[in-house]
C-alpha cells in the first residue's frame, strides 16, 4: 500500500465518523425517524444513512421503534430509529455551603432522580469532598446504577474556577486551589467538570429556564452571597480566570453588608430556611418582610447597577435565595436601578427552583458528552478519559 491509499484510507475514515456523528446528532434532536427523513435533515445520501443506522444499531447508539407515526399512510411501514437516550447518564451536582443537590439525567437531559440534603455549613473542606463521594455513591447505588454508568460529571461549586479546574472560594476557604475533579477520579472513572455555581446557573436558565430566548444574559444570585453569570452571545463568559461575574469579592459595593439585613425568623416553620420564610411572608404582603427585602435591594442595587452599566444585558435573571420570592421581585428591583442605570434591562425571576445550578451541571455534562461525538467508532459508550 502505497502512502498515498494510506493517506486517502485515513481520509475515507474520518469522514465517516463525522458522517456517523452528524446521523447521531440528528437522531439526538429528534427521535425518532426515518432513513429517508434523516437523509433530509443531514444532506447525506439515503445509502449512506442507512449504512450508517444499521452500524449505529449494531453499537447500540439507536434502536429501531415500533411506535406508529402520526398519519401514517396505508402499506407497509416505513422504518423509524430512535437514538437510545437511556444508554448512558450524566449527573449533575451542586455543591453549596449548606446544600448538596444531585440530578441523574438521560443522554437527552431528562432527569430521572433527583437527591437533596442540608448539611451544617462548618463542615471543612475534606469533610465536603467526603460527604459528596459518600453520596454520589449511594445515589448511584439507589439508582441501580455504578460509576461506569456515568458519562459525565458537572459539579458547581461556590467559587471561582480557573481554567485548570482549580478552586478559590472565599465562601469554602479549604477549597482553594483544590483540584475537585482529580480528587474524584477514582471514585467516578469519567470526566468530572467543576464550575461557579451561578455560571451553571446561567446555563440553566439559557436552556431551560428564563432566559431561553435571550442570548445576552445577567444571572444574579440574589441572597446573603451575591454572585452573577454572564452569557454574550449565547456563550458563557467565564474570563481569562474564571473570575466574571464575581461581585461580592468587592467591598466598596457594600453587598455583604445588604446580606445581613436579609435576617428573617418571623413565623419560620420546620425546616424552613430564613430566605424562604422570608418570601412566603413577602408573598403575603407581610409590611415588614417587604420593609426587610426593600432594604435588602436597596443595599445591592448599586452592585449591579454597575453590572447592568458595564455588560448592557439584554435580560438580567434573578436567583438564588430569594427567587420564590416570584413576581414581585423583579418591579422591587426596577425601582431600585432606576436612578442609578441609563435604563433597566428587561428583569425575569428564575422559575428553576432550588435544582437551577445542578440543572446546568447537567447541561455542562451533557455538553461534554456531545463534544466526543464526532470520535465515536465502535463501542457503545465514548472513550472517556480521568480528568
Known amino acids: 500500500m502505497t502512502v498515498h491509499d494510506k493517506a486517502r484510507g485515513h481520509d475515507l475514515a474520518a469522514l465517516r465518523g463525522l458522517n456517523t456523528a452528524v446521523v447521531l446528532r440528528a437522531l439526538r434532536r429528534e427521535s425518532p425517524q426515518t432513513v429517508s427523513t434523516l437523509a433530509t435533515t443531514t444532506g447525506l445520501s439515503r445509502p449512506t444513512v442507512e449504512a450508517l443506522v444499521e452500524e449505529l444499531a449494531g453499537q447500540g447508539w439507536i434502536a429501531e421503534t415500533d411506535v406508529p407515526a402520526a398519519g401514517r399512510s396505508p402499506g407497509r411501514p416505513a422504518r423509524r430509529f430512535r437514538f437510545r437516550s437511556e444508554a448512558g447518564h450524566v449527573i449533575g451536582v451542586d455543591m453549596g455551603l449548606r446544600k448538596l443537590v444531585l440530578l441523574l439525567a438521560r443522554l437527552d437531559g431528562e432527569v ?15 469533610e465536603r469532598i467526603e460527604l459528596l463521594r459518600g453520596r454520589l455513591r449511594r445515589f448511584l447505588t439507589d439508582q441501580g446504577l455504578g460509576p461506569d454508568d456515568v458519562w459525565s460529571v458537572g459539579i458547581g461549586v461556590p467559587g471561582m474556577v480557573d481554567d485548570t479546574g482549580r478552586i478559590l472560594s472565599v465562601v ?3 477549597w482553594t486551589d483544590l483540584d475537585l475533579a482529580r480528587r474524584l477520579a477514582d471514585d467516578i472513572p469519567c470526566r468530572v467538570f467543576v464550575e461557579n455555581d451561578v455560571n451553571l446557573a446561567v446555563l440553566a436558565e439559557h436552556w431551560r429556564g428564563a432566559a431561553v430566548l435571550a442570548d445576552d444574559v445577567a444571572c444574579v ?8 453569570g454572564v452569557m454574550i452571545d449565547g456563550k458563557l463568559h467565564r474570563g481569562r480566570r474564571g473570575g466574571a461575574g464575581e461581585l461580592g469579592i468587592l467591598p466598596q459595593l457594600g453587598l455583604e453588608e445588604a446580606g445581613k439585613v436579609l435576617a428573617w425568623d418571623g413565623g419560620r416553620r420546620d425546616g424552613e430556611s430564613g430566605s424562604d420564610a422570608l418570601a412566603r411572608a413577602v408573598r403575603a404582603g407581610n409590611p415588614a418582610a417587604l420593609d426587610v427585602l426593600d432594604r435588602y435591594l436597596a443595599g445591592v442595587a448599586p452592585g449591579i447597577a454597575a453590572l447592568v452599566l458595564a455588560l448592557d444585558p439584554e435580560l438580567l435573571v434573578l436567583s438564588g435565595a430569594l427567587a420564590p420570592v416570584g413576581a414581585p421581585l ?17 428583569i425575569a425571576v428564575s422559575t428553576l427552583g432550588r435544582e437551577g445550578v ?10 461534554a458528552v456531545e463534544a466526543q461525538l464526532p470520535d465515536v467508532a465502535g463501542p457503545l459508550r465514548p472513550s472517556v478519559a480521568k480528568h
Open 112 to 126: 430521572v432522580a433527583r437527591h437533596r440534603e442540608e448539611f451544617p455549613a462548618e463542615l471543612s473542606g475534606a
Open 172 to 174: 469554602v476557604p479549604d
Open 221 to 228: 444570585l440574589v441572597g446573603r452571597r451575591i454572585s452573577c
Open 330 to 346: 423583579g418591579p422591587l428591583l426596577t425601582e431600585q436601578l432606576r436612578p442609578l442605570t441609563l435604563h433597566v434591562p428587561r
Open 358 to 367: 445542578a440543572l446546568g451541571a447537567v447541561r455542562r455534562a451533557l455538553d
